[in-house]
Every structure is written in C-alpha cells, then in structure tokens.
C-alpha cells in the first residue's frame, strides 16, 4: 500500500513540476475558459436578468471545453518521449497510474475553476460569495466526475491516431448525466434554492462520482495498453 | 535450447515452473492492423545467456522485445518471463523486467536527477541521492545531474536511460539497438552491464544492426526474417568480433 501511495505521488509531482516549470498547459486553458465566457456573454448578453437563469449552464461548459484541453496534454508529455511505455514498465499495481493521473488533473482543473469563477461572476455580475460554500461543493464534486472520465478517456485516446479529436467525441456524450446533474445543482444555488431539489442533484452528483471513479479504475489496465 | 519455429521442445507448465527459462516464448504473433509483424515465434532464452536478435528494418525486432516486456499484447501465442505469463501475470513480469528503447522514455522538462528520483518512486522505493549520483556518474552525467533533459543529446539520453536501469537491475534486461547514439564509452558501459546481468543469472535479450559492437559479450544470435526466426546460431564472443548482422 505505501509503495502504491509512493507511485501515485510520484506522479502527481512530476505532473505538476513539468507545468509549474513551463505553464504552457494552464495559460493556454485559463486563456481559453476566459475567451469561452466573453463569447457567451457576446452571445447571451450580460444582462444579470439574462444571465442568472443560465449562469450555471455558462460554467460547466466552460469548464468541460477548457479542462478536455488538459486531458489531451496530460498524456501528451508521457507519449513525447516514449515514456508511456516505460511508465506500464513499473512494478506494481497499474491503478495507481491512473489515480495519480487524475490527482494530478484534478489540481489543474480546479486551479484554472479558481481564476476562471472569480472571472465569471465579474463578467455576469453573480452572487458567487454569497454561495461559495455549497458552490465549491458542487464545483468539487462536478470536477472529480468531469476529471475521473477526462482522465480515463484521455488514457483510451491516446492510444488512437487523431486523439484530439477523438477525446471529445468518446467523452462528451458520457458527460451528459454529470452536466446536467453540475449545471442543476449550480444554478439552484446561484438562485437561492439551497434545500430544495439542488440537494438531490448534490447527492446525484456524488454517486456519480463514486461509481464512475470504481469503474474507471478497475477498465484502466485495458485500455492504457497497446 | 533449440529455437527454429517449430522445433523447440515444449515442456509441459509444472517442468517450466520448476527450471523457468528467463523468456519462453510459444506460437508468438503480433498484428498492426492488417500487417503481421510476428508471424508465430518460439524462442527460448535460458538464464545466464546475452542473446542478439538480428534482421533487417521492419523484421519485428522491437515488436518481439515490447511482447517480452509485456507492453504490448500478443494477438496469438504466448510469452513468459522466468516462467510468468506476461499477459496474465504482467505484475510478476513487470518487476524483472528492464527495457531501453529507441526512446528513453524520459521527461525533458525534469532534470536527470529527477528522472532518476521519479524512476525510484515509481519503482515504490523512497529517492536515494547517493545511489542517483553514483549511477549518473557510471554513465559519465554526473555533472549534468540538475540540468533539464531537453537540452539533452540522443546520446546523453541514452545514457540517461541505462542510468535509470542501473537503478533497479532487472533480472530480464531488454535492449533495442542500445549501441545506437553511444560514443566507445557508452558501448563499454552497456556491454559492462548486460555481462553483469548474466553473471547474477539473468539473462539479456537485445536488437542490433551491428554484431561487432555485441561481440566480445554474445552468447547466442537469432536472426529474423518477416516476423520469422529463420536462423539460429550459438556464439563465442571473441570469435565473432568484426561480424555484422
């Protein structure tokens, strides 16, 4: 068990150290969620009457079109140099592969929801510090379901030829529970309506999570090899 | 012992379990897409012997060194190490396997030192800054140990990459054209590790276009044709030396 926490911690730190060190992957991705709200507010209007009913739909599509972007580049770094093969080398269980992968995603995406919600209620005017508590909680548990499929997809794509393409094909019609489960649960806070059915998408979201982050898991090892 | 296609004894599971040869492979092939690159090897490396695998581009060298390292599946046949099935028992392979590719499979944006502490933390152990040091310096990196990988030559990244298997010696060492991009001291160091291997009674498999460079360490070649062994010969270093492929 320790030599598996070792395994996924030296993967999250070697991640995070290679962007820490060229912080292409995070510019480009807090670039792109913050010209994803601009055109939605172009398109939309930022009319706070306009706005606030699909403010939380605005979100998560921001986050799902900026965050698939890290996905793609997460297995990039390990197909450069040959290093997904010697990755599969390692002793030990190859979940532990997967679970540092995702770790180390679900930092980069909850980095970039940091500097990109802040932008979001700036440009439509939400009352994002009147909710921040159950907001972040319901931004947590969307982002651990986004970044678990991201995560395992984005390892089956890389196995493919045009595997920028093919991530979002394979992933986005697997997000639609987890979509709307996010945009229900965030736009019933934004509006107010804390106790009510925004409480059942919260508990949604979390079972959601939990079977898909098993599931993942345990299909890893056949889709990771060649 | 005998490795034609076809040829090779084949001893039943309990016998293998008791002497396991260091790779045994039965009927080995492998597929991309249409094109069969390994059409049904047997081969048999025993433990103890450093065996060269020889053929032209596109024969299915690589292909037959990654089944053996269990990073690719075998459409049909099979292959063990030290009597473990690589495709149903890759955790037992795993540990006694080592690969050096054509790519060294390393991170440009860490440095070699951190290539090396990633490769021990990977491998379950805790960094250990002497034994990083002391291996970077039998490859002659010591004084590239903080400096970032990209910079590095496609030597230095070779060496970089023995480095990384000095680490943790395997009992299986795999190596892919390793005398491509080494300068004579890198050739010393390769061929000073595959003997060791074999002296602690591992066993060493490697690809070469060049049997001169393997000679003086050689104990047997094999040499492939289409995704075919076609040709088997026993060796005696010295003897070979000035040889090629």
Redesign the interface.
Known sequence: MNAELTRIGAIVWKDLTAERRTKANFNAVVFLAGLILLLFGFAIGTEQASMQPIAGGVIWLTVLFSGTLSFNRSYEQELENGALEMLLLYPGDRRSLFVGKLLANLLFVLLVEVVMLPTAALLYNLPIWTFLAPLSVVLLLGTIGFVTLGTFYAAMASRLRAREVMLPLLLFPMLVPLLVGAVQATGGILNGDIMGSTWWWVRFLFVFDVIFFVAALFAFEYVIED | MVTENGMTPRPSLRIERATPAAVAAEGLARRFGRRWVLRGIDLTVEAGQIVALTGRNGSGKTTLL?LV?????PTRGTVSVFGFDTRREG?EV??L???L??????????TAG?NLV??Q??????ADGALISAVLDRVGLAPFEFE?VRGFSAGM?RRLGLA?LLLRPPRLLLLDEPYASFDEDGIDVVNAFATEIRAQGGAVLLSTHDLSRAALVLDRRLHIVDGQIVESSELRGPTLAGGRA
């Open positions: 990654r390292a269990s990073v690719l599946r955790a795993r540990p396997v080592g690969l590719g054509h790519s060294a499979g390393l991170y440009d944006d860490l951190e990633f490769a933390r990977m491998a379950g152990r805790r970032r990244r990384r």
